[in-house]
């Protein structure tokens, strides 16, 4: 096994409660130094929750109302595909909407949006 990373001669200790309030934090609020990130909210969020789950903190620290709030917040972001045409309505026109809006999903203000 491997000894613990040194700074300046001293051994560096591994603070589980500063962590995971460090990613609480990320969930909460972006800190001002990262408003410029805001169009990657999604993958700070992936990030703090992940973080979170790796220190085994995740059930812990997010209640179910906070667990839903961010479900939901997920699939608000997120930017499907146009549906298919319902019967009885006009489908030439659903297909232009359809030809314009293609490959234009994923999630808004991500790198992974289509448009």
């Given amino acids: ?65 906070m667990r839903e709030r961010t479900i939901k917040w997920i699939y608000a972001m997120q930017k499907t595909p146009p549906t298919a045409p319902s019967e009885g309505k006009n489908q030439s026109n659903t297909s232009k909407i359809q030809s314009k809006e293609q490959g234009h999903y994923g999630f808004r203000g991500g790198s992974s949006y289509g448009g």
């Fill in 1 to 65: 096994p491997s000894s613990p990373p040194k700074s300046e001669g001293k051994c560096i200790e591994f603070n589980r409660k500063i962590h995971i309030g460090y990613f609480l934090m990320h969930l909460k609020m972006l800190p001002e130094d990262y408003e410029g990130f805001d169009t990657k909210r999604m993958m700070i969020l992936y990030l703090a929750l992940s973080g979170l789950d790796v220190l085994g903190a995740l059930d812990k620290h997010i209640n179910k109302k």
